[in-house]
């Protein structure tokens, strides 16, 4: 599972790399950072985490365009498919 957060991260890494706005890379970066904690550290997100930055991404993607828009879409998909392998509580 870690695997996919890296995948993730790094999605959204190219992505802020080829964004033209600043808001949106910065916004961008904001994911970036959580999904690096995700990745090295010792704590996975819930349902809930992910559900937010599900939405995150979806609304970022909607606001790309070219490029980026393809990097977050795949993150997006990478995201979306780490969290149906999260066991609910």
């Known amino acids: 599972m870690a695997q996919e957060l890296t995948k993730v991260r790094d999605d959204l890494e190219k992505a802020a790399k080829t964004a033209d706005d600043d808001d949106l890379r910065e916004d ?21 985490l992910m559900d937010e930055h599900l939405n995150g991404l979806r609304q970022l993607s909607e606001s790309a365009e070219d490029d980026t828009k393809g990097h977050l879409d795949s993150a997006l998909e990478t995201a979306e498919e780490y969290r149906e392998g999260i066991e609910q509580a």
């Open 28 to 48: 961008i970066r904001e994911h970036v950072d959580a999904f690096e904690d995700y990745a090295i550290g010792d704590h996975e997100p819930d349902h809930a």
